[in-house]
């Protein structure tokens, strides 16, 4: 499983990104997305044209995180949003990790249906390194649901502490070190 | 952060390498990056940094008065310089309540969220484990008379109004008797309509916006015989939030 993690703020600036691979089930903690040579700008693309249906969803429903609310099929791409009350926006891209039995070419339905089945054969992909993990393999299960709130709730007392810092305007770039290995840690701990 | 290898593989992880540290640090080697990005922040002797501190020690602490009324009045005067007029420098006051006004509106959720006990920031609006958003403009005026002003003042608001002129359903006032940040100021004769107040309305408007709605917040005068402190706050919404507020509405969404 990879990761891209931003947040945004309230006016859609990007404040915060960070891109890293599952720990879970031996995995080393490194982003191995499905389409290295774009997945630098094809992830924060995905991500932004998400945001019409987080503020869509935002006047919904009043939960601060709003789970899994969109998926990008051609990079078996799945989004997490939480917003915090402030209106800053943490979004969460993962892409679960692809099977080597399905072919590279990346059409949408292959990818579909090898997210289908590695979440049906947990732990049947041998050489697939951080696949399989407890929540690893299938990006909309109940579990996956629950350790992505974890971390985002503990994102969110990071960026709390962030904010409540007198040096820190609303909008402003987070840059602190701190803050970055602070969210490494979570992702480790949760993802 | 600052990987040792930097394999063309894995053009995210330094990406972000590349976007943490600044340019200057790019022509060092990999493992010095790290150590300049570690010598380059200053952390204190203990080596705690504010993300070892737990928001939530300070929670029950109380800052002293004498120290508030001495920045309060440090806050004014410096206001008060160069300020063309009453208005001017009501809305310099304004314009410091504001950032406050986002941030504890993010202090006062995460603390909501932590707290496993019902505490005392917990009220009727908020009664559910995990709080919501305000969606609406009662349930976030709610926020404003209960929970927040119990965080700042440790005390509710003492009354929540709706205009009750139809040319203007988008008014709203909040009233405090005795306003905390008024007790030690006395105004001059000729500034007679000066609320500095208006701080704290500052910190209300911060808030509708975080929360999402746009709003015009200012603070008013309104003696009363018992109370000759008491002062208004009209919440005025924009023409936006009104608009959403029918679509929630026939939506069903409370």
Known sequence: ?191 | MAHPARHSAMVSVSNSAANHSNASDKQQPPQQIQHIANTGLRVPSNRKTIYDRHLNRSRNAESSRASFAFLFAEMVIYAQRRVTGIQDLEKRLNEQGYPLGLRLLDLLYYRTITSSTSSSISSSSTSAAPPNRPLRILPLLHLIHGPLWRLLFNRPADALEHSVSPDTPNEYMITDNDPLVNTYISVPKEMSMLNCAAFVAGIIEGVCDGCGFEAKVTAHNQPTEMWPGRTIFLVRFGESVMEREKVLERAGIK
């Open chain 1, 1 to 191: 499983m990879s990761y891209y993690f931003t947040i945004l703020s309230s006016t859609d600036v990007p404040l915060f990104n960070i891109a890293f691979g599952t720990s879970k089930g031996g995995g080393d903690g490194i982003a191995r997305f499905r389409f290295p040579d774009t997945a630098q700008y094809m992830n924060q693309f995905i991500i932004h044209s998400s945001l019409d249906i987080v503020e869509e969803a935002q006047w919904m429903n009043g939960n601060l995180y709003l789970k899994h609310i969109d998926t990008y099929p051609p990079a078996s791409a799945y989004i997490s949003a939480f917003l915090a009350p402030s209106g800053a926006r943490f979004l969460l891209l993962h892409q679960p990790p692809q099977l080597p039995s399905t072919s590279s070419t990346g059409s949408g339905s292959s990818s579909i249906l090898g997210a289908s089945f590695s979440a049906s054969a947990l732990g049947g992909g041998s050489s697939s390194r951080a696949s399989s993990s407890s929540i690893g393999a299938n990006p909309t299960s109940p579990q996956t649901e629950e350790a992505v709130r974890q971390f985002m709730n503990e994102v969110y007392e990071n960026y709390v502490k962030t904010v409540m810092s007198p040096f820190y305007r609303q909008g402003m770039e987070i840059k602190s070190p701190v803050f970055r290995s602070r969210v490494t840690a979570a992702g480790r701990k949760w993802l």
